[in-house]
C-alpha cells in the first residue's frame, strides 16, 4: 500500500513558478511509476507529466512541455513538479498518482494510488 500527500500549491500571478512535492509512504516507492494530473473545475482529470521509477523516462503533456518538470528522489521517496511560466489555464487541483509500471498509457485509470490533491491558482 502506498501514500500520497501533496504539497506547494498555492495563489500565483501568471508567469510566476511553483513547485508541487508529492511525498509518499512504502518502501517499492523506487519501483513505482509517478504521475502528475490536474482537474480544473466542471473539467475531466487531466494528464499533466509522468515519470519512469528511475526518472529517466519522462513524458508530458503537450500543454506543459517545455515549462513543467517532473522529477523523483527515491532516497526521500518524493516526486516533485516544477512548474514554470504559469498561465491562468494551469489553474486546477493537482493530484499525484503511482502505479506499479511504467505504461505508455497516461489515462487515470492506469494509476492505482492517488493523493488528496492541492490547489495551484494562476491569476492574470
Known amino acids: 500500500q502506498v501514500q500520497l500527500v501533496e504539497s506547494g500549491g498555492g495563489l500565483v500571478q501568471a508567469g510566476g513558478s511553483l513547485r508541487l512535492s508529492c511525498a509518499a509512504s512504502g518502501r517499492t516507492f523506487s519501483s513505482y511509476s509517478m504521475g502528475w494530473f490536474r482537474q480544473a473545475p466542471g473539467k475531466e482529470r487531466e494528464f499533466v507529466a509522468v515519470?519512469?521509477?528511475?526518472?529517466?523516462?519522462?513524458t508530458y503533456a503537450d500543454s506543459v512541455k517545455g515549462r513543467f518538470t517532473i522529477s523523483r528522489d527515491n532516497a526521500k521517496i518524493t516526486v516533485y513538479l516544477q512548474m514554470n511560466s504559469l498561465k491562468p489555464e494551469d489553474t486546477a487541483v493537482y493530484y499525484c498518482a503511482g502505479r506499479t509500471h511504467y505504461s505508455a498509457s497516461n489515462s487515470p485509470t492506469s494509476f492505482r494510488y492517488w493523493g488528496q490533491g492541492t490547489q495551484v491558482t494562476v491569476s492574470s
Open positions: 515519470s519512469d521509477n528511475g526518472g529517466s523516462i519522462t
